[in-house]
């Protein structure tokens, strides 16, 4: 037709191709991390079945008392009784800790790149951050609650703070990683600080700042639930020690049960998050 672009159909094949390997590709790193997390999942309700088994044969072995060791089927009487109350305080311990994922990545991987720009800043801040990291928790506890609070934002901030460390050492070891041949490559090649950054440092960080994160989120359930204990702030912690001042193990248990199972699940989905990412990069 007049004045209408001429149509290669030698290049059809060549873009079906290119669309079936993309599609391929999107696949693979999707069924890759679907399959770590059945794998993953599948082990721990095994693992929890084989748990329940030998603490049901302790509990009959011992003739425990239901207020000194409660057997598994009252512990899942009790998750059920009280199921409602245990999904609220769940998804505030959930939600306070995504969030203090989410500004621990933020500052950590912000302060490893300030070193990458300065060492100066590496050789003075460091020093101070694990002097702050090696004070006990328990002693800045009450600058904790009068900076955030006893609601939800003391438990966020805590999270935060007990696990940005682990983060930050991973990425600044990230963006140290290139080898001086590659970024003596890219200056030769003309590129910028920041084109080296986003080609070269990025790319190799990744891996490392997910190594962190794997780490910060193995224990952070744990500490949005130490914060909790601390603070008094609504969620699993505060829950377990409610039914423990009541004499209600029943009910202690199953959120323990309940936190053990969503901090290997946050973990699993970690894992997977990190598979899918660097399977999805080539990385």
Known sequence: MNGSNPVNYAQAPVLAATISTDAIAARTWQAAAARVLVDRIGNFVAFGAVVCVVWAAISYALHAPDYVLPTPTEVAAALVANGGLIAGATWLTLWCTVVGIAVSVCIAVGL???FVLSPLADRTVTPLLIAIRSIPMIAITPLVVVLFGRDRWNTIGMVALLTFFQVMLAAKRGFD????????LMRTCGASFWQTLLKVRVPSAVPFVFTGLRLAGSSAILCAMFAEWLSGSPGLG????????????????????VSTTLAYLFFTLTIALERAVLDRSGT
Not at 177 to 184: G, I, K, V
Not at 240 to 256: E, F, I, P, R, T
């Open 177 to 184: 990683a290139p080898s001086q041949s590659m970024l003596e």
């Open 238 to 257: 505060t829950l377990m020690l409610d039914a423990y001042s009541k004499q209600n193990l029943g009910l202690m248990w199953a959120a323990v049960a």
């Open 112 to 114: 490893a790149l300030l």
